[in-house]
């Protein structure tokens, strides 16, 4: 135990963890930033504002249901539980991880919403009168994506990066994609309502060329920590059905009122629901004895719902949502099975959550899915007034043909890639500087670096354990902390 | 160590649970097909297609937010969450079945609605004009609906069946509940709207006939495993809490726009509180001590939401929804304590999740108090027009009475019971082939049969343990996958 | 093992914790109780009722989508998963008190909620033509939100009453909570939406002078069992992320429709997601070694919404949400670490979720907030219509201004701190009375007490555990019932 003791206690010298003055630094600084940039730049938008009653005469509105409040709600609240409860506990699976997979997506959610209002809200919510960024119920749903893009890449770092770090990689992956997004949108014209390219190409390939600049070589020595033990993986599972069950709003969420809310969820659901299929068909069929991987299962039946992104607001017809589905799950587990470990061995990519398999890939065939099935849009199919109002050709696009739409598209995807990797590469140099608090090799995947870690009565050998509860007794109001048994042998 | 194994091996021989290639055959297989008759059957209705904008104009819909999304999306939303996360988690009870509980539910769920989509159509949603199935939110919510049966026959059969058995069980659920449910909605023109006869008491029949066909007398080998450990217990309750919050979403997602949705809200949210109170008692009077039991508190506070599943569209005033939340709390505990055993020891039914209590007996008891609500209306109470909209009484049915409706409601119950029962049999019949790959005896309710299980820290003993970690360490990248302690023991 | 057994003996003897008549007793009859006065007193209201089509035609509303049901349904459903989910999982942080922390806040939101229906009715929806109540979805959220009251006090009481002390404590709760809220809302003519005065500062003082009351000098005895282990840690998350994502919908559930709601939820939206950094800021800076405590990032991260209940549907601004939350993140954080110390030890305040610190003080600083922002309030800011629709000056308040407007949210707060303090030292004082089954110093924090807990397998040492899998294969019919390892060897 001495020895083992002392080696620890040296990494720890090396590795300085202590985040005890970095990490409220950045947090209240920040903070308070954010609240002169809000004080000079963000105000309510008129239908948020108690102006709404002259507005709703002005505009002949008939009542207040058709405040865009009530179109957008339900959905909203829908994403807001992605963000929190879906990738959170997503990221629980960890056996001793679960407090920072959980946590740290918290506090970089929290700190990314309000970043992602300012920046996003100069880009498309200025109003040039008077120089403010008016906010709604929309700009709240955008905020909340473009928050997904950096909780996508904190999936391929989970584990091996300190909070101070995560805040710094969220600073600048909602400045990359605020730019890149109006790059996509407004530039190129391309079409993204659930964001396959924006969010999921972007944001996996952020985290992925991070995750490359940021190699551990020796990281097997935490290997006892990297899995999932049995409550872990059921944890796990709550954050994976939150995501499957309200991806049909996140896809949604911002699509045109009517028929376009309405085809993108049904388009979702139905891609999600093909997924879980062909995902349990490949987890079954690449194991030995034919049993199921929960880490398939918990990841690749999401992968439907990121391809059909792009074109769920499109004509993509039912089957062809199953269609995309059905490959996105095939894709997605032989991802897992065959492709993170030649990432991992071969290219130096540490995938943690096998974001490459759930977002990366399914990003870019979201993209070109979409891309197809743009360039494939007629007036046949969607009649006249409905393809101006499916794919916004109006104004300078006014003359726009869907041939064209298509090639936007495929555009699109290019630059949502050139500022994944080459925005990651960037970021990552910048988090190598040995400022940052990271852990050490043989101290990722581990809560106790980061957290008050409570005493695990249940892993404590019987005899310790007795004559700790005894010491407990006497030693009643101190705030008494033992580690975990496994820990405290080696 | 080396008797036991072998014996286990036996076992395994004579009962071969390797489903490797049945299931991903059956995944792939169903799931092909799903894509063609998709591709030949199901289109977007007016409501969800770019042609919804002529469509506005031509029937004089002024504004977006009456397109029936909006009236119905936030229920959908809800009812999805019941099917999968309250469903699932309800199933995770189990101390070693949390897996197959949440993970099986996931698949046939994600299969059923497909199919559940295709079925109902050509029943309610065919398009004679062109032969096609045109689908909006109301489709995906009855889809959601349909597969609800099959998952409360899941409840019964928990644990005892293979993966390729519940495929099967879904397959001729969905199509027997497509007819059972044209017949008695449309043929009878009973009203059904949270279905506790169409859905909770033909599932729950369904199911307990199915479990009497597949009968295990040795069934008790697996008794250390039939049952909860306290995190376990934890889990099941966040299903418990998310079905009794949504199932007032539940009861009015399908019911008629304004007041219905809003009426079935009141009384499925009286009778889901008045159940708690009489579960809760009745759970503290028959234990020893007056300990509550947390089987109870899981599944008979859900009790009330069942039964009044038909009539709380009707007028069956608050007071009625209290009056049918107290009867089925008092029941269905008392159905856990004396019925499930009498059940399982006298008609050979092993009743894994007790749905007979809590889907069964609430179910026809739903079924009775809306034949009795039904009888009892009349214009003074609903007005003319709010008489012929809430019991539909247009086209054939424009001089239907009350009293008649009632008659019916109660011939929709004999149905659903006949459908139930007679279905479950010769569904349980093919079910007894040797071919499905369910388990032997003595590896029931253990997720080991059909998943890869995470080596589980806590449980091996600490020199294991110790040796483990050092192992670990040496082989790294190996996938080392070492069975929890309690079993490598035996 | 003896004596250690025979003192337990001896303390079970002086404290009878079996409430198997009287827990059963007070459901039944009260449950009773409540069918006869909703017999008498409670029916729908015109949105719910069918005479709902003649109502829409006589006041020329145009369509179903303009019933109140689908402004507020979205609202509701997230309120009524913060009752159930949101306070129920907060609670499961302890070790051995999971059950009773979900399972007794699920009894008595059941039964209080039926209560505040009849209480609130009395004072709010009397219709004097006939003197029925009149309910719909409004009356539903204003149940739920008076149930949020005694949830909140049962916080400050987790582990150390009994389930009968806590149906008592909701009975008088809801009693003193309708009283006082029709003091503060309709003779005070206070506005309080998100009721930081009403629900937060009345629930939280009303706990802790019960917990005064109760006070246990000799706690300390159960000190084992009063902290959390890992997984029960994140259980509580559960509580706490539905809590947080949901929060925007508590405060803008019954404000006006249109701006009203719209603005209430960008308001608390932005004042949560500061309140976050601030928290992990404190936290980290006033541990050794900078590690985050898990009760700071479940508790104090809400904070920031409690504070801006009563000011979100006012025009806060956006950067004043900031401010709030950013100032709510560091006193309640302070308040973990500094007062609740000081409290337990000086004031003789045992408050086991800490509320002070996450109800009582955002609550005072909400309505402090409230009262200047509405002393503030001004024409050119709200616009006339704006004013009088936002403070409801109308009626016999028509010619009140915004500084008067202020006094009188003053007022309302300090009718709250008494209603709260006084009426908990009274209900306290009943409690006391040693007919309620309440357990032992050193039975406290421990599910044993009123549940059947089931055996952990994974927490009984090696050799026992072997024999107990062992004897299980004998005895397998037998409902064998072993308690947890710790509490078999004290």
Redesign the interface.
């Known amino acids: 135990m001495g020895a083992a003791q002392s080696f620890r206690d040296m990494c720890d010298r090396t590795k300085n963890t202590?985040?005890?003055?970095s990490?409220?630094?950045v947090?209240?600084v920040?903070?308070?930033a954010?609240?002169?940039l809000?004080?000079v730049f963000?105000?309510?938008d008129e239908?948020?504002?108690?102006?709404?009653?002259?507005h709703?005469k002005l505009n002949n509105i008939?009542?207040?249901?058709?405040?865009d409040?009530?179109?957008r709600?339900?959905?909203f609240?829908?994403v807001?539980?992605m963000i929190?409860?879906g990738f959170?506990?997503l990221m629980?699976f960890l056996?001793?991880y679960?407090?920072g997979g959980?946590?740290f997506n918290?506090?970089i959610a929290?700190?990314g919403?309000?970043w992602a209002l300012l920046m996003q809200g100069w880009f498309h919510s200025l109003d040039y009168t008077d120089g403010k960024i008016k906010?709604?119920?929309e700009n709240?749903i955008n905020a909340d994506f473009c928050v997904a893009g950096c909780l996508i890449a904190y999936g391929a770092l989970l584990g091996k990066v300190s909070?101070v770090q995560l805040m710094v990689l969220t600073l600048f992956g909602i400045t990359l994609f605020a730019v890149e997004e109006y790059i996509i949108l407004n530039l190129i014209h391309a079409r993204d309502a659930g964001g396959s390219m924006v969010i999921h190409t972007f944001g996996a390939y952020y985290g992925l060329s991070i995750s490359w600049m940021l190699y551990r070589p020796n990281l097997?020595?935490s290997?006892?920590l990297q899995?999932?033990?049995?409550?872990s993986?059921?944890?796990a599972?709550?954050g994976t059905?939150?995501l499957?069950?309200?991806w049909?709003?996140f896809n949604s969420a911002i699509t045109d009122?009517?028929?376009g809310?309405?085809?993108a969820?049904?388009n979702t659901?139905?891609a999600?629901?093909?997924t879980?299929?062909?995902t349990?068909?490949?987890s079954?069929?690449f194991?030995?004895?034919?049993?199921?991987?929960?880490v398939h299962?918990q990841n690749s039946?999401l992968a439907g719902g990121v391809a059909v992104g792009t074109a769920a607001e499109f004509?993509l017809?039912?089957?062809g949502s199953?269609?995309v589905g059905?490959c996105c799950g095939v894709i997605s587990t032989l991802g897992y099975i065959y492709i993170s470990p030649f990432l991992e061995k071969y290219m130096k990519v540490q995938d943690t959550c096998g974001v490459h398999n759930l977002h990366a890939m399914p990003g870019v065939i979201g993209g070109i899915v979409g891309a197809i099935t743009a360039a494939a849009a007629s007036e046949s199919?969607?009649?006249h007034?409905?393809?101006v109002?499916?794919f916004d050709f109006e104004g300078a696009f006014e003359k726009m043909e869907p041939t064209t739409q298509g090639g936007h598209q495929a555009g699109g995807l290019c630059v949502a890639l050139i500022f994944g990797i080459g925005g990651g590469m960037i970021v990552g140099a910048i988090l190598r500087l040995p400022i940052w608090g990271d852990p050490a090799d043989d101290n990722c995947f581990d809560d106790e670096t980061?957290?008050?870690?409570?005493?695990?009565?249940?892993?404590i050998?019987?005899v310790l354990?007795?004559n700790n509860?005894m010491r407990?007794?006497d030693i009643?109001?101190t705030n008494f902390s033992m580690e975990?048994?496994?820990r405290t042998?080696?």
């Open positions: 202590n985040v005890r003055f990490l409220p630094a947090c209240v920040w903070q308070t954010m609240i002169i809000f004080g963000i105000r309510y239908e948020s504002d108690p102006h709404w009653l002259e709703k008939s009542s207040d249901i058709e405040n409040f009530y179109f709600y339900p959905s609240q829908d807001h539980v929190f409860v959170g506990f629980t056996k001793r679960s407090f959980v946590g918290f506090l929290a700190f919403l309000q906010i709604g119920i709240l909070p097997d020595q290997s006892r899995g999932s033990v049995y409550h993986d059921v944890f599972t709550i059905l939150f499957w069950m309200f049909p709003s009122h009517g028929d809310q309405h085809r969820v049904i659901y139905l999600l629901a093909s879980v299929l062909t349990v068909a490949m079954s069929l194991q030995k004895h034919g049993k199921l991987d929960m299962v039946t004509m017809m039912p089957y199953l269609i059905f199919v969607y009649g007034e409905g393809l109002k499916t980061y957290w008050e870690v409570p005493e695990d009565e249940e892993s050998p019987p354990q007795y509860h407990n007794k009643a109001d975990p048994y496994p042998r080696s």
